[in-house]
């Protein structure tokens, strides 16, 4: 029968999470050593090895790769594009009267900007490249002789190559090696419930320090992750009392 993951999150998710708590795991060991004498720093080394080697071996990944999380630099592009793209339509809506349709269809907002206002990250990729390769020239000094600052223009068109490269950085992320999938899953099971039972335990012992406490939600820390997705994955494990 085919190994089922014990697990409700994607699987280089899990491993990240995973590797954020046996960090805070390792800082706080002292304190948690007083709860299982097996909870000692040579347990908590041995554990990021093994969430080290699972990256590795069945993701292909380096683990510090994903902390460094690529989809939020996406979405820290996005937002500044989005930004000042959205100031530019507007001034060219009501600075341009008759001439706005003719200049937003020709720098592709027409085709792309609601798209890419829904968060499309392929659909502002186009709409970047389009606008890069349209504003040269005429309408560039068309748009700065009616006021528009070139500082925005020029803003809006460094943004395509840095978004199309962090782009590409967040796919590769999201693949994972599709052979020996049931000793990966098996793999990453062991992996899920060591932290899980160290989650669930340091999660109570710090209940009156909530700030420590969030250290070891393990379902939080995997929304924190996903946030700049804008996924919301349900939790599986309740580690409130």
């Not at 409700?8 to 002292?30: E, G, Q, R």
């Not at 020996?180 to 320090?209: C, L, P, Q, W």
């Not at 996903?226 to 994955?233: E, I, L, V, Y």
Request: aromatic content about 10%; charged content about 30%; proline content about 4%.
């Amino acid at each position: 029968m085919p190994v089922k993951r014990l697990y409700p999150y994607k699987d280089v998710d899990m491993l990240t999470a995973s590797h954020v708590i046996s960090h805070n795991f390792m800082n706080k060991i002292h304190e948690l050593s007083s709860l299982m004498t097996c909870w000692t720093e040579e347990m908590g080394h041995k554990l990021r090895e093994k969430i080290d080697y699972g990256f590795q071996y069945y993701l292909g990944m380096n683990p510090q790769i994903p902390l460094r999380d690529a989809s939020q630099e996406v979405k820290n592009i996005r937002m500044k594009a989005m930004k000042d793209l959205a100031n530019l339509r507007n001034l060219i809506t009501n600075r341009f009267n008759h001439q706005s349709d003719r200049l937003l269809n020709k720098l592709g907002y027409q085709k792309y900007f609601q798209y890419a206002r829904e968060e499309d990250q392929e659909a502002l990729i186009f709409l970047l490249t389009t606008f890069k390769e349209q504003v040269a020239g005429d309408i560039r000094k068309h748009l700065i002789s009616q006021g528009v600052n070139p500082k925005l223009i020029e803003r809006i068109i460094s943004y395509r190559d840095p978004l199309y490269e962090a782009n590409i950085r967040q796919e590769s992320l999201k693949l994972s090696t599709p052979v020996r999938t049931g000793e990966r899953i098996k793999y990453f099971n062991g992996i899920y419930s060591e932290v899980m039972g160290i989650s669930k335990i340091a999660y109570r012992f710090y209940y009156h320090d909530p700030v420590t406490r969030e250290l070891f939600s393990f379902s939080k820390t995997v929304r924190n992750l996903n946030a700049s997705r804008g996924n919301k994955p349900k939790d599986k494990e309740n580690e409130k009392d």
